[in-house]
């Protein structure tokens, strides 16, 4: 066999066209993640403006991700079956209407409904985008360099989000944090037509009604549990309760999987050990990224006295590392190989966590927070890219959808999971520290980084133990033909 005399830079590079098509689906992840994100800074002053109650105002935050995680298995095989192209268009017009009415509502109701929507629109447009993404760009050097891009973008987006809510709010008013995706919107519902070729599975099989409504209860119980801890203690019984019937509904829904003919998950995809696996380290470097910034945000408002808009740009050197990391993440895996990368992106976010440790009252702690936060940033999109390449690669197109709504699931999951459970630990150690001034909120803020770092290192071991590609035997034995076929692109 002959070697490709075409360099894998010059594989990855784009043309026009495929530029559009990467500006129109990572920037519509782009805006989903800021639009999770930018409302938290605001929330205050949203409150007061609407009337909300202080305990409810969990619910702006939580109205969007309760169905944008707990329906994306759902809407995934539906992209799947009835078109990706279509439903990316159908949830763009429904997140352009959501994001209309929720900046526009006069009362609590209405800005929760028009959230909850928002969620569903979400849920409809993430796993259709990632599957049209990884199905317009061959598995190899040009998947890998979008698939980085769609991973800075969607970092740089959370990030953005807490920076641009408190600067809009301030300048302007909450509701412009939602008005401004309107016009993404509206050019994205116009360009994805002409921009994009439709693409489905061939054969459209009944969907799995008993599969959806089991899998899509036990993951929205779940979240809501998750959710209510943060307010109501992990020991309170709607907690409990929540937690429990999703488990449930979880078993019910792998027991109904395994009997369908047209199962909405393909059980033999979940075996995978790329896939499940992949997807558990997944979800932990984005809970313990999220949580990680909840605990500096408390760190710096209540420990260093910092208002919410210095807080937020002081994250500035966070989002612009994740966004090298991004931009790099297809060089390096080219250099050093997905897995390597994967295992050194973990192992360094927990690194530069656990220094964190180290913070302080005095002005000596803000350099190593600004260099803590860029270094673990570029290891989380390290990380990220990744986990999203190992979680879809080796799979036909025709499971594109299902691969990405279970990545998008795994990444939502630890959204939502990382805010309570370390706002728990450092709840905890504040108790023992023994009141809630600067001294005790600091030690609670160390516990809860300590913790993160502990479960990112446990993810980069399980990344090590079950990720590690499978060695080919030594010999003469023919190159497989779709290695082959990879080469030849």
């Known amino acids: 066999m002959t070697s490709d005399p075409v360099a894998p830079s010059a594989k990855a590079r784009f043309t ?55 329906l994306l298995l759902l809407f995934g095989r539906a992209a799947d079956l009835y078109g990706r192209r279509n439903w990316f268009i159908a949830g763009m017009v429904l997140f352009t209407v959501a994001s209309l009415a929720g900046g526009l509502a006069p ?59 408190g600067v809009i709010t301030d300048l302007t008013s909450w509701r412009v944090t939602l008005f401004i995706s309107v016009p993404v919107g509206l050019v994205a519902s116009i360009a994805a037509p002409i921009l994009i070729k439709e693409s489905r599975n061939e054969e459209t099989p009944r969907l799995d009604v008993l599969g959806a409504v089991t899998v899509t209860g036990g993951l929205l119980s779940v979240i ?45 995809v979940l075996r995978r050990r790329t896939v499940s696996w992949g997807n558990t380290t997944g979800l932990i470097t984005f809970a313990m990224m999220t949580g990680m910034v909840f605990l500096l945000t408390l760190y710096m408002q209540q420990v260093r006295g910092m208002t919410p808009l210095n807080a937020g740009f002081t994250f500035a050197s966070l989002g612009v590392a994740a966004v090298l990391g991004g931009a790099f993440a297809a060089r390096i895996i080219g250099a050093i190989g997905v897995h390597r990368a994967l295992v050194y992106g973990l192992l360094l976010q927990a690194a530069s966590t656990a220094v964190l440790f180290f913070l302080g009252t005095g002005d000596g702690s ?21 986990y999203m390449i190992t979680a879809t690669s080796g799979l036909p197109d025709h499971e594109q959808g299902l691969a990405t709504g279970l990545a ?82």
């Not at 599957?131 to 979008?146: K, V």
């Open 107 to 165: 009362t609590p109701g209405f800005l929760l409904a028009a959230r909850a929507a928002q969620g569903v629109a979400a849920a409809m447009l993430t796993p259709a985008a990632m599957s049209l993404l990884t199905t317009s760009f061959s598995e190899g050097p040009q998947r890998d360099r979008a698939l980085g891009i769609n991973g800075a973008l969607l970092s740089l987006g959370f990030l953005s989000g807490v920076v641009l809510g």
């Open 16 to 70: 026009t066209r495929q530029w559009l098509v990467i500006a129109l689906l990572c920037g519509a992840q782009f805006m989903l993640a800021l639009d999770f994100s930018i409302l938290s800074v605001a929330l205050p002053v949203l409150g007061e403006d609407l009337g909300f109650q202080l305990s409810d105002l969990q619910w702006v935050v939580t109205a969007f991700a309760l169905p944008s995680g707990g």
């Open 408 to 489: 998008y699931t795994g990444q939502q999951l630890g959204v939502t999971v990382g805010t309570p459970v370390l706002a728990t630990v450092a709840a905890a150690g504040i108790d023992a520290s023994g009141g809630s001034g600067p001294a005790a909120v600091l030690d609670g803020v160390r516990g809860g980084l300590l913790t993160a770092a502990g479960a990112l290192l446990v993810a980069g071991l399980v990344a090590i133990a079950f990720l590690r590609p499978r060695q080919t035997a030594p010999g003469p034995s023919p190159v497989p033909a779709e290695q082959v076929a990879a080469d030849a692109r």
């Open 224 to 268: 809501y549990g998750i959710t209510s801890a943060e307010r109501s203690g992990w020991g309170a019984g709607t907690t409990l309760g929540a937690l429990a019937a999703g488990v449930v509904l979880l078993i019910a829904f792998f027991a109904v999987e395994s009997r369908v003919a047209a199962p909405l998950v393909d059980l033999n």
């Open 366 to 386: 803000m350099p190593l927070l600004l260099v803590a936060t860029a270094t673990g940033g570029f290891g989380h999109l390290l990380a990220v890219v990744g």
